[in-house]
């Protein structure tokens, strides 16, 4: 057992050598009886942080208890489920119908726009009429 090994066991399982690995035990103890005035000092503190531990409430083992508790907290929504989606939609709806829209009031300066106008307003002939023979 290497000093830099006991420490690190030390420091990991605590004071108490029932907690320490079982394959390692033996080694440890041992380590520690050679040197008892390097340990001592290591020793001592890790059983004070050992006993506040132990002093420590034990966690809540129900988990649906305490999701129960969490979600009870929570603030409500201010709308319901159904608005959020409905608002989308109606969005989508208002923009696809503004965009083919435009197409009908603005005003042609020229033939391009003319062309461009026709093309994709729908109102007056289909597009597919506008293509001609070659569709």
């Not at 008892?36 to 083992?61: F, K, Q």
Request: with cysteine; charged share 25%; proline share 7%.
């Amino acid at each position: 057992m290497t000093e830099e090994r006991f420490f690190r066991i030390l420091e990991a399982y605590g004071a108490d050598p029932a907690h320490w690995p079982a394959d390692e035990r033996e080694a440890a103890q041992g380590f520690a009886l050679a040197r008892p005035e390097l340990v001592a000092v290591a020793t001592s503190d890790e059983m004070v942080l050992d006993e506040l531990l132990d002093r420590m409430i034990e966690p809540v083992a129900d988990t649906a208890l305490l999701e129960r508790r969490v979600l009870a907290r929570l603030p409500r929504p201010a709308m319901p489920d159904w608005m959020a989606p409905s608002a989308v939609a109606a969005a989508l709806v208002l923009g696809v119908c503004l965009g083919f829209a435009s197409g009908a009031v603005t005003v042609p300066q020229d033939d391009m726009d003319t062309i461009y106008a026709d093309a994709f307003t729908g109102y007056e002939q289909d597009w597919v009429d506008w293509l001609g023979d070659d569709a």
